[in-house]
């Protein structure tokens, strides 16, 4: 047990690490909408989209 | 061990001993396999905006709104029907070669990505065969888990398999974890511009490594022993969908895990891992990257509970933990998030108070702001009032007005004339709409983004700690969930039968949370009242579950073979 608990511990760190260092990213799981947010600033679509899984 | 004897071992009268090294390499064979198969899974999410602007940019907004229905598909219509398609399998052939096949199709088809050429070379052969692979994953991950948990549940002995299959629970965490660290360090090393140009298929590539190690894992083990006996003996289903579903007895207890375990569950774990991070970023306009560190911190702090829910679930019941996290989810769900509306945008909480908004409109201008695809488009300037102020993270009141009147923001003494879409000058009428309305906010007090919260401050130290008790109330209902739909099936269709319960309990209960709540947050113009989703669900699953759910952890999983 103790090997998975330093292991986890290991990981858990350099997670936290590399997060701290580039943390912008989308840590929301699952997506389905394919529009990128450049596509919906296009300058033909107005209209708002409120969010959608 | 022979498969006598370790079906014997596993039966209700064998005594407690530690966990044997074949036990060992069942749940680290199992659980590494299904990490890498959410590790796969993820990938999608974290990267959507470049493999986007790679596959999708370039499409007419119609066509995209198709691929986007079929990406949507893959989480929540193909995912349930991979629970049948390799339920049944596992109930058929085997629990071993299924999850096999399960890991070699999400291994494969998340691979393959890595030399998929984009929109620009393939022209709309590229996001058919993108979005092909993503059902493909669906359908896999469908079949992933139920074969898993009963893997290890069947490798168990009796009084353990709540400790030995709360491994299996803390896989989608870590793959998600994963997943972020395998494209940080990627996109850390090329840079922003290489990475969105190509190094993006890294990550991909990787999981070609991963396919490689959870293969050969899972090669060196052996059938489920309560499996191997029953086929030796003739006694598999020849057609474990009818008799799952098709017959009332087992039906019954299927619609029960549904409503009364996998529902709420399901509300409860993505409330506290997904909607808070949600909450934190599009209401409380919290900075992306601290509320990224916030959330994970207290994903790495909740983890281990999951293991210690599984095992005190041997101890006490996994009916009792489970209800006692649905219940408390429900009752401290509004007090929570409004105390990280105190810590995290103080600022915002008082001008709610000092300043409240009004959207004056006529009735017939508004509708239902549900977006359970994204494909849906919002044109009246009700509707866009309302998104707006919801998106900016303000609370407001509708107040009906004249026939025929634009809808107007008011803030105060002072007003903003809405927009329609669909005018001519749209364009110029929402940027002129959006700057007004923002102005009188920020004359009103309201914040436009929340002040820096630095590391380990009070108030860090505060949203750290409701964000971690939110991930416990997931550990809670979420560790204990597998031995127990485990227990509620008999061997012959125990596969088919609890991989569907679970799938469609996440996918749906759990996948439509952020549309749902964002639609009765937009309806009700307050940002705390997109909770009633998770509160009512977790409820309901509360009353059911206490009321028709019976306790497992006594129960003999083999008595029925």
């Known amino acids: 047990m103790w090997k998975i608990a330093v292991g986890f511990l290991v990981f858990a760190a350099l997670a936290l690490w590399m997060l701290s260092k580039g943390g912008d990213i989308d840590m929301g799981g699952e997506k389905h909408d394919v529009s990128p947010p450049a596509v919906e600033k296009a300058p033909e679509k107005t209209p708002e989209k409120a969010p959608g899984k | ?561």
């Open chain 2, 1 to 561: 061990m022979s498969t006598a004897t370790a079906r014997f071992d596993s039966g209700v009268n064998a005594a407690p001993r530690p966990m044997s090294a074949e036990e060992k390499k069942v749940i680290f064979a199992s659980s590494l396999g299904t990490i890498f198969e959410w590790y796969d899974f993820y990938l999608f999410g974290v990267m959507a905006a470049i493999i986007g602007a790679n596959f999708f940019t370039a499409l007419p907004p119609a066509t995209r709104d198709i691929f986007t229905l079929l990406a949507f598909a893959a989480g929540f219509a193909v995912r349930p029907l991979g629970a049948l398609v390799f339920g049944r399998l596992g109930d058929l052939v085997g629990r071993k070669y299924t999850f096999l096949v399960t890991i070699l199709i999400m291994g494969f088809s998340t691979f393959l990505v890595t030399f998929l050429p984009s929109y620009s070379s393939w022209g709309i052969a590229a996001p058919i065969v993108l979005i092909a692979l993503r059902l493909l994953q669906g359908l896999a991950l469908g079949g992933e888990y139920g074969g898993a948990a009963t893997y290890v549940a069947e490798h168990a002995p009796h009084g353990k398999r709540g400790a030995y299959t709360s491994w299996i629970q803390t896989t989608a965490t870590v793959g998600l974890m994963l997943a972020l660290m395998v494209i940080l360090a990627t996109r850390t090393t090329l840079g922003e511009k290489d990475f969105a140009d190509w190094g993006w298929r890294i990550p991909y590539a990787f999981s070609g490594v991963l396919l490689v190690i959870s293969v050969w894992i899972r090669l060196q083990l052996s059938e489920s022993p309560a499996f191997e006996k029953m086929k030796s003996e003739g006694k598999t289903s020849k057609a474990p969908l009818s008799e799952s579903f098709g017959q009332w007895k087992n039906g019954k207890v299927v619609l029960l895990a549904l409503l009364g375990l996998t529902a709420g569950q399901a509300v409860v774990w993505y409330t506290g891992q997904f909607y808070s991070l949600f909450f934190l970023t599009a209401f409380l306009k919290v900075d992306p990257a601290t509320a990224n560190i916030l959330i994970a911190v207290s994903l790495i702090l909740g983890t281990p509970f999951f293991i210690i829910f599984g095992s005190l679930s041997d101890k006490i019941g996994r009916k009792p933990i489970i209800m006692a996290g649905c219940a408390i989810a429900a009752l401290t769900f509004f007090p929570l998030f409004n105390a990280l509306t105190t810590y995290a945008n103080p600022k915002l909480q008082a001008a709610i108070h000092k300043s409240p908004i009004t959207v004056v409109s006529p009735a017939a201008d508004c509708n239902l702001i549900l977006n359970l695809t994204g494909t849906k488009v919002f044109t009246s300037a009700c509707d866009l009032s309302r998104v707006f102020l919801s998106n900016s993270g303000v609370n407001y009141d509708k107040v009906d007005g004249p026939a025929g009147s634009v809808a107007t923001v008011k803030v105060g003494e002072k007003s903003v004339v809405g927009y329609d879409a669909k005018s001519p000058t749209a364009k110029d009428d929402k940027v002129r709409f959006e700057k007004e309305v923002r102005e009188v906010l920020t004359a009103a007090g309201y914040p436009a983004k929340a002040d820096p919260i630095p590391a380990l401050s009070s108030n860090w130290i505060m949203i750290v700690l409701i964000l971690t008790l939110m991930v416990i109330y997931v550990t809670m209902v979420y560790g204990p969930i597998a031995a127990m739909l485990v227990e509620m099936f008999p061997t012959r269709i125990r596969y088919t039968s609890m991989s569907l319960p679970y799938h469609i309990g996440n996918g749906w209960f759990g996948g439509f949370l952020p549309a749902i709540s964002f639609s009765i947050v937009a309806a009700q113009g307050n940002i705390y009242s997109g909770l009633w989703y998770p509160i009512i669900i977790a409820g309901m699953t509360f009353v059911i579950g206490m009321l028709f759910v019976k306790e497992t952890k006594d129960i003999d999983i083999y008595a029925e073979d």
